[in-house]
């Protein structure tokens, strides 16, 4: 059964990037035999919606609504603003293709860490800090995702302010894998 944790939360995974680096479909990638959007798309498998922000017609998966991206090329906070536009209200759990070892533990622990003050949740990386992919965004700061998208800024690092964003540490480090390249997936 669904956890009450998960209740008005949104799964969103943004699959509409370039791949440059990869030098082919990230999403279609295998690791362990399972392509990295299916393992995104389990992690997120206990939200009540589930949305994929890709092209239309790049992908299929059972149970999700395929929304194309409102400012395509424009990066993963333009992804996000799409997210909680089609959302429309709650909490958006936001992953990107290139983190297959997301699991519903890792939401989980996110879930639980959600606050009344917090419009953000992020898990910590030992070296790297808080993590903006991977994280919990409310619906309240499309407002300001906007603005920053129409200022010309595109780091998703600053969608939500310190005193607004929830942090989760302590979480293993085998979570914050982001695959880049296919040498990324050994």
């Not at 297959?100 to 790297?128: C, F, G, N």
Request: charged share 20%; net charge neutral.
């Amino acid at each position: 059964m669904v956890g009450s944790e998960w209740e008005g939360v949104t799964g969103v995974i943004t699959a509409g990037g370039k791949s440059r680096r990869f030098g082919s479909d990230k999403a279609l990638a295998r690791l362990d035999g399972v392509t990295l959007l299916e393992r995104v798309a389990a992690s997120l498998n206990d939200a009540q919606r589930k949305i994929l922000i890709a092209p239309r017609g790049s992908y299929s998966l059972s149970g999700w609504e395929v929304v194309p991206d409102g400012r395509p090329g424009e990066g993963p906070l333009a992804g996000l603003e799409t997210a909680l536009t089609a959302a429309g209200s709650g909490w958006v759990a936001f992953a990107g293709v290139d983190m297959p070892r997301l699991d519903s533990t890792y939401w989980e622990a996110l879930l639980q860490a959600r606050t009344a003050e917090a419009w953000a949740v992020q898990a910590i990386h030992p070296q790297r800090g808080p993590q903006p992919l991977g994280a919990l965004y409310h619906a309240a700061l499309l407002p300001r995702i906007t603005r920053l998208l129409d200022s010309g800024e595109r780091r998703l690092r600053l969608v939500s302010a310190p005193e607004q964003t929830a942090l989760v540490s302590g979480l293993p480090e085998r979570y914050f894998l982001n695959v880049n390249t296919p040498d990324d997936l050994t």
